[in-house]
């Protein structure tokens, strides 16, 4: 994966970025029990701070907030709850986010939402202000989840983003894929990153193992929101066809969302542990280490930083096939079409390879995502990095 298009890199180390940007960020389907979205904005907002800049998130709740955090200034603005999301709210009220942006007066502009706020690169244009939207999902996936597989809609639709915006940032190729096909002119491609310090194999810990999986049982982990399109009915079902087939395993899942009740009348009589959402990343991060495998069933992923932390912590991953993980997660794991059985017989082939050199392989895959290389990638991408950053290399 290349972090930025040749052309268009070469062409903005010709333009010196002023020393200090007010990067405002604006995003949608965020919360305070979020992952990766969140995760995501967090880290670079704390990259953009770090790197010298002024960062500002714009995100919506249930009642108005201002606060400065590492990851410099959140503000929260009221905005309605979404029908069958488990939460989630948006940014719905134009007049008050635009007179917002005015007071705001941003160097730069950057969207996490291709859909409800996409008429903030409109409002860029006008004002003048460079614009970027980061596409954390594929269109064209979560229509066919919707049942409208329609492939004009998605490229009408994501040529209206591409036109926008000027600058489209997708964090996988394959995430890039449906912007290529429509030839937009303004698409970079920029990994995310993980927290290499808190997942890392050093946090194994034999009692988080023995308390979910007595007797030497495989143990596997999902981290997931527990939403349709992230399709963690698909764990559920690989540890039925496993126990079918005589695997002693069990599974733990964290998150929460919409899901969770179908998912618990699903998992019946299965050894399935509903460990709900967990805010503390050290907790998560022992479980992750303590796996025998960690699952991402999604098939809209377009990254799936999930999946990363799981690597990080040295813990291999089966994905599945039809998303952009097998790009990220590479020889660290293995790929699956979208049924529990053929999960289940990845997880099978993952269990009877050299378990360490396997979880070696994890985490050295995992160590090419650092948080670092991913906010160079979005700064280079806001042309927002000092002069001397922009020599030649």
Known sequence: MTAVDGGAADRKRREPA????????????????????????????????????????????????DEQTEQGRVITLPGPKVPGTGGYRVLLDRRRLARLLDDLAPDRLEVSDRTTLRWTGRWARAAGVPSVMVSHESLAGLLALTGL???????????????????????????????????????????????????????????????????????????????????????????AALRRAGVDAVLVIVGDGPLRAALARRAYGLPVHFAGFLPDQDAVSALLASADVALAPGPVETFGLAALEALASGTPAVVNLASALPEVVGDAGATAPGTGPAFAAAIVDLLGRDTPRLRADARTRAERFGWPTAVDGFLQAHRAHPAPVWSSR
């Open 18 to 65: 002023p020393e200090r940007l007010r990067i405002v960020r604006l995003a949608n389907f965020v919360m305070a029990r979020s992952g990766g979205l969140r995760t995501a904005l967090r880290c670079l907002g704390a990259g953009y701070e770090a790197a010298g800049h002024e960062a500002v998130l714009v995100v919506p709740g249930d009642a108005h907030d």
């Open 149 to 239: 597989a329609d492939r004009r809609l998605a490229d009408t639709l994501n040529a209206r983003t591409a036109a926008a915006y000027d600058t489209i940032v997708c964090t996988t190729a394959w995430g890039a894929a449906e912007f290529r096909r429509i030839e937009a002119p303004n698409v970079v491609e920029v990994p995310l990153g993980v927290d290499l310090t808190t997942f890392h194999p050093s946090r194994r810990d034999p009692a988080v193992r023995a308390g979910h999986a007595p007797s030497g049982a495989v143990l596997l982990a999902l981290c997931s929101r527990l939403s349709v399109e992230k399709r963690p009915d698909l764990a559920i079902d690989a540890l």
